[in-house]
């Protein structure tokens, strides 16, 4: 799936901002297991944007030294 480039590089700080709403979305529902699954969502979005920013981040930085290898 191919999406246009504004939106491609905005995934990462999308990610980020709906785990950490998730995340305080968790501090104050206290109804049925509302609280567990706001967390496990914003855990599992936190750590996914960061994965996909910190990889970006080094790609770009190798790409741009000229040290990308081809494997």
Known sequence: ????KPIYESLPYFYLS???ISLMASMYL????WPTICFVV???TLVGGLI????RRDYR??????RL???
Not at 61 to 66: A, C, D, K, P, Y
């Open 1 to 4: 799936m191919w999406v246009s």
């Open 18 to 20: 709906s785990g950490f």
């Open 30 to 33: 206290n109804h049925w297991y």
């Open 42 to 44: 914003g855990i599992g």
């Open 52 to 55: 996909v920013f910190l990889k």
């Open 61 to 66: 930085l190798r790409v741009h030294r000229g």
């Open 69 to 71: 290898r081809e494997e």
